[in-house]
């Protein structure tokens, strides 16, 4: 009876291993597709980089070796590992086999997670150049946004500026101003702050607060320090007291993964705080 049962189960192999010779290229495709798109990854919170993730999505690539999904989907356990000699060449044969839908997004990861801002502007701007008259959104942000984030890195305000009005513009046009993200105007406001704008930067920091409650460390923090700036003690206090209690408390940009650019931390208000004290 076991001889018989090793039997049925070599003549299974057998069948399997034949039916899956004789697939065409198109059900390949469709089949790594679905591996890949379809559901059949397990969504646990350590999926990604798990041994058993990396066979399942290399055995799609070896389905469709086309897939920018799967390419892209590979090389992400190198990013968040730190680990870019390994991540950037399966990244880039995901930009490489469809760049109109990964070239912005490896300008995102350029720009969060590797502050190479001049790699990021090139890939945004050749993002435009795939898809003109069309703001494109990797990661759910607008590139004229980043491009602003990564001018601003560059300590390059004036161009920063023109790309964050850019984007504000298009959120009031479309939208209205309070569907703009908020950071959009507190970067605008720390490039005027860093040109000695303060009047300026106070409008953009007070936006920030406008449409997030009156609850955002980082608007407090720099409106004390424009305040500060202007010989106006009283409300430089009242605002960096308001940034200590609203960062204790959760409310301060930050993201997943990265330090943001001009990340604040506790340590960084408390010195504002005994700056103004002890003026």
């Known amino acids: 009876m076991e001889r018989l049962a090793k039997y049925f189960l070599s003549i299974l192999i057998i069948i399997t291993s034949s039916c899956s010779i004789t697939k065409t290229k198109e059900e390949q495709k469709a089949e790594a597709d679905h591996m890949i798109n379809g559901g059949t990854i397990i969504l646990s919170p350590n999926y990604q980089g798990s041994p058993k993730m990396m066979t399942f999505v290399e055995k799609a690539i070896a389905l469709d070796p086309e897939n920018s999904d799967a390419w892209r989907e590979l090389s992400i356990p190198y990013l968040k590992r730190g680990m870019p000699v390994k991540w950037k060449p399966l990244f880039d044969k995901a930009v490489a086999l469809e760049p109109e839908e990964w070239q912005g997004w490896r300008g995102y990861l350029y720009l969060y997670f590797y502050r190479n801002y001049k790699k990021a502007i090139e890939d945004f701007d050749a993002t435009d150049t795939l898809t003109p008259n069309f703001d494109d959104t990797p990661q759910g942000q607008s590139v004229n946004y980043m491009r602003g984030l990564a001018y601003l890195g560059l300590k390059q305000y004036t161009t920063s500026k023109s790309y964050f009005d850019t984007y504000i513009n298009d959120q009031i046009k479309t939208s209205g101003e309070d569907y703009a993200d908020v950071t959009a105007f507190l ?17 953009d920091f007070q936006k920030v607060l406008k449409y997030s409650g009156n609850h955002y460390a980082d608007a407090h923090y720099w409106l004390s320090k424009s305040f500060l700036q202007g010989k106006d003690k009283t409300k430089a206090l009242e605002h960096i007291q308001k940034a200590i209690d609203d960062f204790n408390n959760g409310y301060f940009h ?17 010195e504002v705080k005994n700056l103004i004290e002890n003026s």
Do not use: H, K, M, P
């Open 187 to 203: 970067y605008r406001g720390i490039g005027f702050y860093l040109q000695s704008d303060y009047q300026n930067a106070i409008l």
């Open 254 to 270: 930050t993201r997943g993964y990265v330090e943001v650019l001009y990340q604040i931390y506790i340590q960084d208000l408390e």
